[in-house]
Structures are given as C-alpha cells and as structure tokens.
C-alpha cells in the first residue's frame, strides 16, 4: 500500500464507522480512486512464495499452510487473490506437503474408493 493510500485510508478511518471485514473494500476503493494499481508478483516472488511447508502470503508476508481462511478473514476469495497480485491461475490453495499428508489421510480412511456390497 502506497503512503498516499495510506493517509487517505487513516483519515477516512478516523471519521467514518467501519467494519474490521470492510476495511480491504475501502482500501481498494481509495486505491481505485487514486488511481494507483496494486502491485502484482513477479516470477521469482511467486516461486517464492512456494515452499514445501507453507505458502507466504502476498498480503502479510507470513507462512500459511491453506490460504483460504487468512484469504477470507481480508474479504478475498481466492480467485480474487490470484487476480489482485498477478497470480497463475494455478497458483495452489495449500502447501505441497499438507496437501500430500491430507490425501494420504483420505486414502487410508478409504475415501475415494468405490463402495463394495455386503453381500460379496
């Protein structure tokens, strides 16, 4: 966010009532209107930001393992995400690892198997 974002964004704060979940709508709105575009990641960034462990995040730089709850808390889908920072539209939901660890789970509580009858 821009500095000149920023200030408009404290100010507007400052006297106008607002919920905490819409705060990314007016930040976007005041970025629109000021006509500065947000930054989009590059190659490298998004490489990056891809580890085995975790996704780092465009938005607050922490480590996540699944984006979609931190993604929703700001108002974002994930299609949005990928949209506002230039992302792939394969760019993954979850971390490699979790997401490997997770299907193995599903596999050994026999989901995605076809059902057999009783009866033999």
Request: net charge positive; charged share 25%.
């Amino acid at each position: 966010m821009t500095t000149e974002v920023a200030s408009a964004l404290t100010a507007y704060l400052a006297k106008n009532p607002c919920a905490p979940a819409d705060i990314p709508k007016v930040a976007t709105a005041i970025r629109e209107a000021l006509g500065v575009l947000p930054s989009k990641a590059t190659a490298d960034q998004v490489k990056a930001s891809i580890t085995p462990d975790h996704l780092i995040s465009f938005e607050d730089g922490k480590k996540y393992k699944v984006l979609t709850r931190h993604l929703s808390g700001r108002g974002l889908t994930m299609d949005e995400y990928r949209e506002k920072h230039g992302l792939p539209a394969d760019y993954p939901v979850c971390a490699p690892n979790y997401s490997a660890r997770r299907s193995e789970l599903a596999r050994a509580n026999g989901l995605g198997q076809l059902r057999r009858d009783a009866k033999g």
